[in-house]
């Protein structure tokens, strides 16, 4: 595979990854997320979660918490180096919960791993923008 196709293999991923988000699908996320110990996720301004079976719930208590949720993305950087890649993006979220719209931004690392000739999602980092 050339780089061009991994490159557009990483970012297939990562656009399921916000559909999974964006649609509150937990099955989907599970098809898109590493499923071992070693995945890890940060919401922003939240703690380090560690291992899929810790992670899932977060998802699972967002999805619950939230009415709807729309999510553009902007690609800053994708990084890819054998079996290890990453990509930054800005997040420009709008999410609905009980009537209520709140937009936030933030900067988002999502770092996958190629396992069994398939990338998976092992990090999400996403840390608040705030603006001065």
Not at 18 to 28: G, Q
Not at 88 to 101: L, P
Not at 111 to 117: G, I, L
């Amino acid at each position: 595979m050339n780089t061009e196709d991994e490159t557009q293999a990483i970012l297939d991923v990562n656009n399921a990854f916000y559909r999974a988000f964006e649609n509150r699908d937990i099955t989907l996320m599970n098809q898109t997320w590493w499923q071992g110990k070693g995945s890890t996720c940060i919401h922003p301004g939240g703690n380090l979660i560690q291992g899929w079976d810790n992670i899932r719930p977060s998802w699972e208590k967002i999805f619950k918490n939230t009415d709807s949720i729309n999510i553009e993305t902007e690609i800053i950087i994708t990084e890819i180096d054998y079996a290890i890649a990453y990509v930054v993006v800005i997040e420009n979220v709008t999410q609905q919960r009980r009537g209520r719209k709140v937009k936030a931004q933030s900067l988002a690392t999502n770092s996958f791993r190629k396992m069994a000739q398939q990338w998976y999602l092992v990090h999400h980092h996403g840390s608040p923008i705030i603006n001065s």
